[in-house]
């Protein structure tokens, strides 16, 4: 079956530090650039950072850049997200999510998600 | 950065009836690069639209997107409720590498 499976999620102080992971079946993963999104109680879906398939290009948004780090391991199947200083507004469902084209930035499979709360 | 602007908020309906769901953008989408997905209550979003218009696999011709002005103003057009049709639906621009997404619209039963 062709699905992707997030996990990590957790409740964390602010400041502190988190790795999600996402565990992708069904497609040759390493093929297909992959991306990080999220969704904060009562908002829309935030696109938070990108990684190539063969992890060379990464890209993040401004909310992010310099605390979160995206990467990839292609014989794991695996693409991960390292979090720190996390902060409040940082609460979300988080979902991994595969580019569908090369060069677009589409997604064509999504896991369910994986909660992350930041409360002291 | 693309703000995307989805209206209405709520769209109450029957099953069977149209739905029609906006979405605009602050500035021109270059290349029709806009997407519509779909996320029933505790699933992960599904792809519907790409390019504007162009279905993804396996979604039936009743769903239909499309564009008019100046690439800012896209619609997503349900011809005929289905129970599975009721959900969040959102659009989202690709036009570069700082993908936005719209605030969503939801489709609840009357």
């Known amino acids: 079956e062709v699905q992707l499976l997030e996990s990590g999620g957790d409740l964390v102080q602010p400041g502190g530090s988190l790795r999600l992971s996402c565990a992708a079946s069904g497609f040759t993963f390493s093929s297909y650039a992959m991306s990080w999104v999220r969704r904060a109680p009562g908002k829309g879906l935030e696109w938070l950072s990108a990684i190539s398939d063969r992890g060379d290009y990464i890209y993040y948004a401004d909310s992010v850049k310099g605390r979160f780090t995206i990467s990839r391991d292609n014989s794991r199947n695996t693409l991960y997200l390292q979090m720190s200083s996390l902060r409040a507004e940082d609460t979300a469902l988080y979902y991994c999510?595969?580019?569908?084209?090369?060069?677009?930035?589409?997604?064509?499979?999504w896991g369910r998600g994986t909660l992350v709360i930041v409360s002291s | 950065e693309v703000v995307l602007t989805q209206s209405p908020g709520t769209l109450s309906l029957s099953p069977g009836e149209r739905a029609t769901l906006a979405c605009r953008a602050s500035q021109s989408v270059a290349s029709s690069k806009l997407a519509w997905y779909r996320q029933r209550a505790g699933q992960a979003p599904s792809l519907l639209i790409s390019g504007a218009s162009s279905r993804a696999t396996g979604i039936p011709d009743r769903i239909s997107g499309s564009e008019s002005g100046s690439g800012t103003d896209f619609t997503l057009t349900i011809s005929r409720l289905e129970p599975e049709d009721f959900a969040v639906y959102y659009c989202q621009q690709y036009d570069g590498r700082h993908p936005t997404f719209g605030q969503g619209t939801k489709v609840e039963i009357k």
């Open positions: 999510a595969k580019h569908l084209v090369r060069g677009e930035w589409y997604f064509d499979l």
